[in-house]
Structure formats: C-alpha cells, structure tokens
C-alpha cells in the first residue's frame, strides 16, 4: 500500500519523566518523586513511560529505575548510552525496551541522534546482547536513510528519529526549513517501515508541533518529555498530558480520513 492509502494504527504515547528528577535533584531530597509522575502519567493517557540513565546520573538514579521496574504497569524504554556499565544495568532489570543514544557529559540535553553508520561491528554485538535478553532494541537516529540502513543492517528493532531540528524550526518561524523538517521526517519514517523497523520520533515535541509528526502513518510511538514537564507547572501534569494524548488521536484520526469531534 502507499502512504496515501494505509490505515494508520493507533499512536502509542511514550511520557519521558528525567525532567521530575531533575527538579528533585535541584534541592535533594525526594521531591517530586518521578515515579510518582510516572503513575500520574499513565492515569492520563500515557502509554508507556521512558527514562533516561545518564552516565552522570544527573537526573534519573538506579533507585528510579530500580522503582520503575517494580512499581510500574506500564513498559519501560531505558534510555542510554552504549557503555558496558548501561549494558549491565539493562540485563539486570530488563525493561521492555532499551533506546541507544548519544551521550556527552558536557550536553545539556541530547544533542544529535547516533552515528549507526560510523560504530561499526561494536553495534551489533550490543544489540544482539540486549535481544537476547527479550530487550527491544531502539536507537535514535536523526532522520537520514543512511542511518535507517545501518539500523536495520545491525539488527535493531526500532528506530526512534530525532525531531529536535523540526521543533527548533517551528520556534524559529522558518516555514520553509519546517517544511523541509517535516518532508524528511515522512521519507525516513516511511524508509524505516519499509525496512522492517518499528518507527518512533521524539524530541522538542508541543502542543503546536507534535500534529505534523503524528499524522505520519507510519509512526508508533512519540516520546515526549521536556515540554509535557514544563508545561505541567501551569496546567498540571495530568491535563497536560492529557491535551497531548488528545491532540495525537486527532492527528492519527484526520490521518485515517475521520477527524474526530
């Protein structure tokens, strides 16, 4: 089928809860507890919860994930960097999902997506290693085709593409990068699909960019975080997340030729 004509299913919502433990780490203490915002999350409409363990551990801790693990009902996406010691961490707790990113001490946030192209025969004995676990295997591309063939050739389940130049597009008010944002974002997601690769998308995601993304039929899973944290110190992190979970089944409904009320 072509893209025109394929039923797109259901979108799942992955809510990354780092940003709670970074407010918690600001002062120390357990306050606000990300666990407890992982909970709230799912009462909204999240359908998984993803949390990023940093080397530095600069917000989430082996405590959250640990809790995580034992307290949640949801699925887990462990976000992390492809090191022995994340490797580790991942085939003790299992979660259902492991995304591969990046990572650099001196980052504020993920910066780019990983060079699947350049890590050569070290990517896929990780890969296979977390598999053989019953782990998902994710890694965070940006959105070039080169990268989705490497991915696939490497043996991982899913791709999640990176959004953040769209979404800093759009902030700037550069329409015609947006656009070109956006096309790009469409040919790798269908690239990805095609290729057998579940196809995810994340990153600087909102309320006024996630509809152009969502609407791609090919895509599963949005993983969103930053925003849905920030914007909860003025609505509330259940409402929030519920208008994004409302605004993402719109999308997918207008996507499918039946926009809802």
Do not use: W
């Not at 433990?21 to 919860?49: C, Q, S």
């Amino acid at each position: 089928m072509s893209a025109s004509t394929t039923k797109a299913p259901y979108l799942r919502l992955g809510v990354n809860i780092d940003h709670v433990a970074t407010i918690r780490n600001a002062r120390g203490g357990g306050h606000p507890d990300p666990v407890r915002a992982a909970h709230l999350a799912a009462e909204a409409g999240a359908d998984g919860i993803t949390a990023h363990l940093r080397e530095d551990r600069r917000h989430i801790s082996d405590e959250d994930i640990a809790r995580l693990m034992s307290e949640i009902e949801q699925p887990l996406n462990l976000e992390m960097a492809m090191t022995d010691e994340m490797l580790e961490i991942a085939l003790n707790h299992r979660p259902n999902a492991c995304c591969i990113v990046p990572e650099s001490r001196q980052e504020l946030t993920t910066e780019g997506g990983l060079d699947a192209v350049s890590l050569g025969s070290r990517l896929p004995v990780y890969i296979a290693q977390l598999k053989n676990a019953g782990i998902r295997v994710s890694l965070f591309i940006d959105p070039d085709i080169s990268q989705i063939e490497a991915s696939a050739a490497e043996g991982a389940d899913i791709v999640e593409l990176h959004t953040g130049p769209y979404c800093e597009a759009a902030l700037e008010g550069d329409h015609f990068k947006v656009s070109s944002e956006i096309d790009r974002l469409a040919e790798c997601a269908r690239a990805a699909a095609n290729a057998g690769l579940e196809v995810h998308a994340g990153h600087g995601l909102t309320f006024d960019t996630v509809h152009a993304v969502a609407a791609m039929p090919e895509m599963v899973e949005l993983n969103i975080g930053h925003f849905l944290i920030g914007e909860a110190i003025f609505g509330g992190l259940h409402s929030t997340i519920s208008r994004m979970r409302a605004l993402m089944d719109n999308a997918r409904a207008e996507a499918n030729g039946c926009a809802s009320a």
